[in-house]
Structure formats: C-alpha cells, structure tokens
C-alpha cells in the first residue's frame, strides 16, 4: 500500500490541474465580462484551456485517426481496425482496408511498450497502409489490467510475439521499432528453432538496443549508473483504488512523462507559453502542430514493473541478447537458428537514444544467415523518431524497407513490383 499513495498523489495532482484549467477558463469566459475587454481576462482563458487539454490528455488513449486511405487503385477505402488476437496485455490488430483486393505484403509492425501507447506509430501506419495489410502490436495499459492477469515481462513479452506471427503465418514481414526490435529477435530465433513454419519471411529492426553497449549514450549511461534497487524503490508504485488494476506494481506513465518533459523543461515551458499566446489571439486551433504533438506526447500509459526492471536488468545491464544468453520459460535461444530469414537493420546517423552501431549488432548474432540475406542501412541526419516517421522515413527509409521485403518475397507478385508510392503522412 506504501507505493499506492504515492500513484494516488501522482493522479490527485494531474487531476487537481486539470481542474484548475477547466475552472479558469470557465471564469475567464463569463458572459458578463465581455462587457468590459481585459487583456488578462483573455490570458486567463487561454491558459486554461491549454491547461485542461494537456492534463486531461495524459490519461487518455489517443485515437487512431485512420477512416480512410487512398490507395494505389486512386480510390478512397474505408479502413476498419479489426482484432485478430486478444490478449491481456496486448491485441495483435489489423488495419483493414475495406473494397480493396488483398496485399501482397503483410507487415506487422511491432510498437514499443515503453511508455506510449502504439498510437506513436500513426504516421508510420499510414505510409504503409496504402499499398500493404499492416498488423500492429497494441499494447494494453497496465493500470487496466487486474492483478489476476498475472505477470508480464520480457519473456511473456516474447511469447506475445511468438503468438502474433504464428496468428499471421509465414508470409509475414515483421518491422521492430525501437525498443522492441531485441526482442522481437529473439522470438524470430525462438520460432526458427521450435517453430520453423510459423518464421516470418524478413525481419527489419530498426533503431533498436540490440547491444547497448556497443555505442555509449545517457540511455545507457543511465541504465549501467543505476543499480535495481534503487529502480525499484524509486520508480515502481502500485496502481490506485481508480483503476481496474489496483494493487499492480507498474512504472507509472505519469513519472515516465515527468522525467520526459524534465529532460527537456525549456523547450517544453516555451512551446506552452507560445501555445498560450497563439490561443489569447485567436491563431490556435483544435488540431495545430502544438496540439497534434502534445496529444501524443502526453499520452503515457504504465508498464508492468516486471517488464520495466526485466528490461533494464537483462537487456541494457547484463546485455543477455548481445551476448546470445537470453533465456525465455527455461530455454536458452539461440540467435544463430535464424537461417531463413532475410533481416534489416535501420539506424539513425544522429540517433542519440539508440547510437549507430547498436542496432547493427544483430547481423554479427546471426551467424547461421548467409551474407545475401543481412542488410543494413544508417540515415543521414536522423535522429530517434526521424527513422520511422517523418520526412526522412517516408522518402528514404520506407521505400528501402520495401523492396528488401519485395527482394525477399520470391516469385514477386506484380502489384508488389509498382514503385512505393511516396505518401506524405503527418
């Protein structure tokens, strides 16, 4: 009960903020005060509403946004979110493009659990969706989660995606971003072992921490400075009286955007108080850059306590992947079993949170892939989010992941063969 206050404070002062917001623009925008214009009357209502919206977004799954798509046909399809599987922790779901023959590449994309939620990937998503069935890992916020669902970490993380590409078969293209790509590898390694016909067909890893320490940067820093007992004291809490996950031990999301929001304190209170000042003049809007970011940005779910402490412990401390050590339910998994399975590395020449050379460690786990089946790729002036979203993703990035997949499809089917159209996804 010790660490439920202290999730329960976190909770009672977003919700005391957004309050606060919703009450100073309520009083700001009295009719009768319209009488007589003040600059500050204005100010007090624009604060506000910036206010509420950025605290009352911090609890709120945000939307995936995608109705329709034009496709390659020049037609607009509806596109209809359709789980394939459900599970507790996560659903593997399936962005179906309604009145539109079947693509030739099946993507499933793999979302980080990491703090957001796989909305994080919408404009990824949408790159993709115009000329490919794409799949996504969407992962449960485990403050729903009843304590009775029991445990999750990495090595249930594992088998969740070991579940999802038997559930698509073997004519799957997995996409790992970020921090799932090492163990999304080890499932592909797992599956070429125990499972052979359930192996996807090409595996692409991009920006992921395969060997942390193969390139030093504060995520590492941070991850060897620490020890687990000071983690576990400082950071898990257990879910308050509110949520259907009361008593779970978790990495609270709001504690994870504080420490996101502090790294960076300056550009965020000026980005707010620009916002505050675009609102008082009437240039603001319900979808503007600002609040197309911060929707997503604010948005934080918590993580199982088990998965926060597996990761930083096995993957970044003891480097269990680096080494081929991982261990999954008592079976040791062997990287070098992938022997059928074309894999992509993508990294970002200025990517501070996973450095070049981190990622492209898989190729040297893969021992038993001949060369003509590994490739690698490092964009030019990207950074973290600029490799799977953004300009530098839809222009050079994207086109590269697909024709590696086209390359690894065999007999390519001619749809398959069209230039990727070169969409421009916000």
């Not at 009286?241 to 009361?246: C, D, I, S």
């Not at 991982?326 to 020449?349: L, P, Q, W």
Request: negative net charge; contains cysteine; aromatic residues 8%.
């Amino acid at each position: 009960m010790r660490y439920m206050t202290t999730y329960d404070m976190m909770e009672t002062f977003r919700n005391t903020s957004q309050w606060l917001g919703a009450t100073a623009k309520t009083m700001a925008s009295y009719p009768a005060f319209a009488a007589i214009p003040n600059p500050g009357l204005a100010w007090m209502a624009a604060w506000g509403q910036v206010t509420e919206r950025a605290f009352e977004r911090m609890v709120v799954k945000p939307d995936w946004g995608i109705h329709s798509v034009t496709c390659d046909d020049g037609k607009d399809h509806l596109v209809n979110i359709e789980t394939v599987v459900e599970k507790p922790f996560g659903d593997l779901i399936h962005f179906n493009v309604t009145g539109r023959e079947e693509q030739p590449r099946k993507i499933l994309l793999v979302a980080p659990m990491s703090g957001h939620y796989a909305t994080l990937l919408r404009s990824t998503v949408k790159s993709l969706i115009t000329n490919c069935e794409v799949y996504i890992t969407d992962w449960h916020n485990a403050r729903d989660i009843p304590v009775s669902a029991g445990k999750f970490d990495i090595e249930d993380y594992t088998l969740y995606l070991m579940d999802f590409m038997r559930a698509m078969g073997p004519d799957t293209n997995v996409v790992a971003v970020c921090q799932p790509a090492p163990l999304t590898l080890a499932a592909t390694a797992y599956l070429a072992e125990q499972d052979p016909a359930a192996q996807p067909r090409t595996l692409t890893l991009i920006g992921g921490p395969i060997n942390p320490d193969a390139v030093p940067t504060d995520v590492t820093d941070f991850g060897a400075r620490v020890t687990m007992g000071q983690l576990e004291e400082t950071m898990i809490q257990r879910v308050g009286f509110k949520y259907k996950g009361v008593g779970r031990l978790v990495y609270p999301g709001l504690l994870q955007l504080t420490s996101f929001v502090s790294m960076n304190a300056d550009r965020h209170t000026k980005a707010f108080q620009d916002q505050i000042l675009r609102v008082t003049r009437g240039e603001a809007s319900d979808h503007d850059a600002h609040n197309r970011f911060y929707d997503e940005y604010l948005a934080v779910m918590d993580m199982p306590a088990e998965f926060y402490l597996s990761t930083v412990d096995r993957i970044f401390k003891k480097c269990e992947i680096a080494k081929n050590e991982f261990v999954v339910h008592g079976h040791k998994v062997d990287m070098s079993k992938i022997t059928n399975v074309a894999v992509k590395t993508v990294e970002g020449a200025k990517d501070d949170i996973t450095a070049p050379g981190q990622c492209i460690a898989a190729l040297d786990l893969c021992t038993g892939l001949p060369d003509s089946m590994k490739a690698s790729h490092v964009e030019p002036g990207a950074g973290h989010y600029g490799i799977f979203a953004g300009k530098s993703w839809r222009n050079n990035i994207r086109p590269l992941v697909l024709e590696f997949i086209d390359q690894n499809a065999g007999d390519t089917p001619p749809t398959a063969k069209k230039k990727p159209a070169n969409v421009n996804a916000a």
